[in-house]
């Protein structure tokens, strides 16, 4: 499906409209209110200070050597016994996932924005499979039919009673809105019978070792860790972006992610490296053992090469914790109505232009404030706003034609 | 509503002009100075920019832009002004509409950065009518070759009266002529200061003048974060004894008040604005900043939030 880019007074039709949204704008505020206190918690720690340092030089040396890097992980992950695909568009990826999934199946997802991205929920759906979102706030905007309002968080704009009224449609009876562990534990009941019977899991990447192709994942909720070993097939679906050195490189990333994500202390990393296996019987190593039985891993390009060449490069350092939308005034009265049709906000408009088109961001860039409230809090520095200013000076300069 | 090339056209049309974006006469940016006898090419200017002189003037045009975006008028190829006039709402008429008062108390605030500098020792001259506001709009819009062209007037008229050190007073210009300035002008050699860096705190400010007053403050986010002065507005507070209630984002994690997007999404701008005052007016009723544009949008809002804001050239003395 090709998406034609918004014209400039279609998006601001759109942003004017969106201030009228109160349960949008109470979800944007009451998440943006959170994440300052739990970003209290981080910013002066001093291991989270040093994993800043560490992960940025890990990151600018990553989008040096991104070709070499994504390359080296898929020799190390097919030499470990787990196929691994390279993706240069969106299509090509959908039909690698497709056809590894087949029809008329119960599939698991965990949040990814890559998926996101390609549009694989749906595609599959079309295919005749049964697919379900095992984070509950990617459950909650599936139910809605929704694209993710923020890259941790992609239920941030459904305040609390919006919740209880979406689970009252889809689990037929009344939650209190304040009653926040019972709408959880609805979840939980309704996810359990999916998770059991689903013969696919598909899961993300928050980065990957070139080394030895292990994948890292940080998360709260363990809908991770039961989508990738319960199901006997587990996709793991991610950026070409994501790929770091080594093993420790990929925990560091992926551990700052979460700490900027707003986790204090992530609950849960995991670290996979393959479907489950077993070296009890005489040192020899069996597969499958308790977990999943196969794993495949796609590494999705749509634009990334190509964005190395144009300032646009600085992006791809991104580790996609969402700490700059978070903080970011327009996103805090428009929400994900200021995004593309996956990535919202701040480095969203910037991601929006790697994976969609220069031109899909060129009407969003006019209401970025340039207020750098996005660049101050950046874990790697990312010159977010300066390049939303490009691309906004390159439509300018392409509008007035000078 | 308007879209982006009738916004564009507009201000590049008063900048053909008058050679700044709102289309002001010389003579609205120079008024200030009249009676200070100020003293001529001493090699460290003030620069003004224009911007404080230009609030009220801000204020008309994007109130006029507002109602231009709610009228069923306006869409590609109309231009602004043509449209404005089109609902009886001419932008010439509204700036004749602005009284002595409305444009005294920005005018002051600009007489206040002369004392407070020359109680710190600093004597600076003023360029009157050769000042030329810096453009920063422009490239805040992405419009880098009217940015460009007047960065290099801006600062051929600098040569032309042997400037060698220059005193900027809001952050907007600031960022322009320190920032990018360099970036745009081969050989840029002027020394470039905010007044926040200049103003001796001890010198220039009464111990005291402010005790008993309580306001919360609100920095400015090119202030604190482009030029990372959060810290200095608050050594004029504090000597003054003025009590500071901290807003939940403040220093360089402050949030931007909506201005920079004030003409191309008035609305959008809007409500920025009020959420941001809000937020400070659960802290005090009174909130002090350092710049015109954040001074320009607040203001707008101030019988809607019932907030009170005033530049930090206001209140020391």
């Known amino acids: 499906m090709i998406i034609l880019p918004k014209s400039f007074l279609d998006v601001k039709k759109e942003m004017y409209e969106a201030l009228g949204d109160k349960p949008m704008r109470t979800g944007i505020a009451r998440g943006m209110d959170s994440f300052v206190k739990s970003y209290d918690k981080v910013k002066d720690r ?357 | 509503m308007l879209d982006r090339k009738d916004v564009f056209n507009t201000l590049i049309d008063n900048w053909k002009k008058t050679t700044n974006p709102v289309g002001l006469k010389a003579a609205e940016f120079t008024a200030w100075s009249e009676g200070l006898n100020l003293p001529a090419d001493t090699g460290t200017i003030i620069y003004t920019g224009g911007l404080y002189q230009m609030v009220p003037f801000i204020n008309a045009f994007v109130a006029g832009l507002d109602r231009l975006e709610s009228s069923s008028v306006g869409g590609a190829g109309f231009r602004v002004f043509r449209a404005l006039s089109s609902i009886g709402l001419d932008v010439s008429s509204a700036y004749a509409a602005l009284t002595a008062g409305d444009k005294k108390r920005f005018n002051q605030i600009v007489v206040n950065v002369v004392s407070l500098l020359k109680r710190s020792g600093v004597e600076v001259s003023y360029l009157g009518v050769d000042e030329l506001y810096s453009g920063i709009l422009f490239h805040d819009m992405g419009i880098d070759w009217v940015f460009e062209e007047q960065a290099r007037e801006v600062y051929s008229r600098f040569k032309k009266h042997g400037v060698r050190k220059v005193i900027t007073m809001d952050p907007h210009s600031t960022v322009a002529l320190k920032l990018l300035y360099p970036e745009i002008i081969q050989g840029y050699d002027l020394d470039v200061h905010h007044y926040l860096e200049v103003v001796d705190a001890a010198a220039a400010v009464t111990k005291d003048s402010l005790k008993g007053q309580k306001f919360t403050i609100h920095d400015p986010c090119l202030l604190a974060r482009k030029l990372g002065l959060w810290k200095n507005s608050r050594a004029l507070l504090a000597q003054a004894g003025a009590e500071i209630a901290e807003p939940v984002r403040s220093r360089n994690f402050t949030f931007c008040c909506g201005g920079p997007i004030e003409n191309i999404a008035p609305k959008v701008s809007n409500d920025i604005t009020i959420k941001r005052a809000a937020e400070l007016k659960q802290m005090a009723d009174t909130a002090i900043l350092a710049c015109p544009i954040c001074l320009a949008n607040f203001t707008r809002v101030e019988a809607k939030t019932g907030l009170r804001t005033l530049d930090i050239l206001e209140v020391v003395r």
């Not at chain 1, 993710?148 to 037929?172: N, Q, T």
């Not at chain 1, 019977?197 to 070139?210: C, D, L």
């Not at chain 1, 990393?269 to 196969?294: C, F, H, W």
């Not at chain 1, 031109?359 to 969003?364: C, G, I, S, T, V």
């Open chain 1, 46 to 402: 001093s291991d989270v200070v040093q994993l800043r340092t560490e992960v940025k030089s890990i990151k600018d040396e990553d989008v040096k050597r991104m070709e070499e890097l994504y390359r080296q992980a898929m020799e190390a992950l097919q030499a470990n016994g787990v196929p691994s695909y390279y993706a240069n568009t969106k299509q090509d990826a959908l039909d690698i996932v497709s056809k590894l999934v087949g029809a008329g199946k119960v599939v698991v997802k965990s949040k990814s924005m890559v998926s996101e991205e390609i549009g694989l929920r749906h595609y599959l759906q079309e295919r005749g499979n049964e697919v379900w979102e095992t984070d509950l706030g990617e459950l909650i905007i599936q139910f809605r039919g929704e694209k993710p309002a923020h890259m941790i968080s992609p239920a941030l704009h459904v305040p609390r009673e919006a919740v209880a009224e979406i689970f009252k449609e889809k689990f037929g009876r009344t939650f209190d809105p304040n009653d926040l562990p019972a709408m959880v534990a609805a979840a939980r009941e309704f996810l359990r019978t999916k998770l059991l019977n689903a013969q696919v899991g598909i899961t993300g990447i928050n980065a990957i070792s070139a080394a030895d192709g292990t994948i890292v994942t940080v998360e709260n909720e363990a809908n991770v860790r039961l989508t990738s070993s319960l199901p006997p097939m587990n996709i793991v679906v991610g950026g070409i972006e994501k790929v770091v050195p080594s093993t420790l490189d990929a925990v560091k990333t992926a551990l700052l992610q979460g700490y900027y994500g707003g986790s204090p202390i992530p609950t849960y990393v995991n670290l996979s490296a393959g479907p489950s296996g077993t070296r009890d019987i005489e040192k020899t190593m069996v597969r499958p053992a308790q977990g999943s039985k196969e794993m495949h891993v796609v590494l999705v390009n749509n634009g990334r090469l190509e964005a190395l060449k144009t300032p646009l490069w600085d992006a791809l350092r991104c580790i996609r914790c969402g700490a700059c939308q978070l903080v970011c005034p327009t996103y805090s009265v428009d929400g994900p109505t200021w995004g593309g049709p996956t990535y919202t906000a701040a480095v969203g408009l910037l991601w929006t232009a790697i994976t969609e088109g220069r031109e899909a961001a060129d009407p969003l860039t006019y209401f970025c404030l340039e207020c750098d409230a996005c660049n101050e809090i950046c874990p790697v520095q990312i010159n977010i706003s300066g390049n939303i200013r490009w691309i906004k000076k390159e439509a300018t300069t392409e509008l007035l034609n000078k």
